[in-house]
């Protein structure tokens, strides 16, 4: 009976490193022989991204309702995450343009190939160095940008990117957006920038907008496979972008005060 309490939060951790799987699986087109041309497998890819970050706080929460938290869980849950939201977006971005422009990617090669390492290694470091030294550290606060965060970016922009035809015209400098936003979203990874976390507040009120806005994001997330509904991705996109320049300068505000209060708790 001990043993078999791990079994619940394990099974929503596999559940997500499949879901990376398949996300790889669907955005280089080895399902294509399988469903035919009726899907759009960028889209699917990228839905099978937003899944697993729907479901990616499952597995914590299972853990601690039936006492089941563990080391090797913890270590499996990285190992998820790298290939949810690590290799996932990056593959994606990377075959949308090999799918969609494939003269632009032969002729930029080297920039996505440099640009799919860099976005991958800091995923990857940024999982490692929150396992060995930000777990405890800040009870408050992400230490870079969550790996969670940075592929839901990649995977939801390069479909609304592709929904607004800016793979018609190869020419734009418009084109290079996906590139730029993997560069920074990696880099913002392993960068030393605060981000407050998504966490009960004081405030009622905004404890209540905190819950309203989790359900539309929830709702929008499961809907995004549509392409016939509107406004989902420009809500995602939208709610992100301005949770990420809030936090992140709020969290430059207030640096010495979340390091001050993590040393402090520390002793």
């Not at 499996?76 to 990056?90: E, M, Q, R, V, Y």
Request: charged residues 15%; proline residues 5%.
């Amino acid at each position: 009976m001990k043993k078999t309490r791990f079994i619940l939060p394990n099974a929503f951790t596999s559940m997500n490193f499949l879901l990376g799987v398949f996300a790889i699986c669907w955005s280089t087109g080895a399902f294509s022989s399988f469903f035919g041309n009726n899907f759009d497998a960028i889209r699917m890819g990228s839905y099978f991204i937003v899944l697993s970050v729907l479901l990616d706080k499952l597995d914590g929460f299972a853990a601690r309702l039936v006492n089941a938290s563990s080391e090797f869980g913890a270590q499996f849950d990285s190992l998820a995450d790298l290939i949810a939201f690590g290799l996932a977006p990056a593959f994606g971005v990377f075959f949308t343009y090999k799918t969609m422009v494939p003269e632009w990617f032969m002729a930029n090669a080297p920039l996505l190939i440099v640009t799919f390492s860099i976005y991958v290694l800091c995923a990857a470091m940024r999982l490692a160095k929150y396992n060995a030294c930000d777990a405890d550290s800040y009870h408050h606060h992400f230490s870079g940008l969550p790996s969670t965060f940075a592929g839901a970016i990649n995977a939801i922009l390069i479909v609304y990117l592709k929904s607004n035809g800016i793979f018609d015209n190869p020419s734009s400098p418009v084109i290079f957006i996906p590139v730029l936003v993997m560069l920074v979203t990696g880099i913002l990874m392993v960068s030393p920038l605060f981000l407050p976390k998504i966490q009960p507040r004081k405030m009622k009120w905004l404890n209540i907008g905190q819950g309203i806005l989790i359900v539309l994001t929830y709702v929008s997330g499961f809907m995004f496979i549509s392409p016939k509904v509107p406004f989902i991705m420009e809500y995602l996109l939208i709610l992100m972008a301005s949770y990420l320049v809030i936090g992140f300068t709020l969290g430059i505000i207030d640096r010495s005060k979340i390091i001050a209060e993590a040393k402090q708790e520390e002793d």
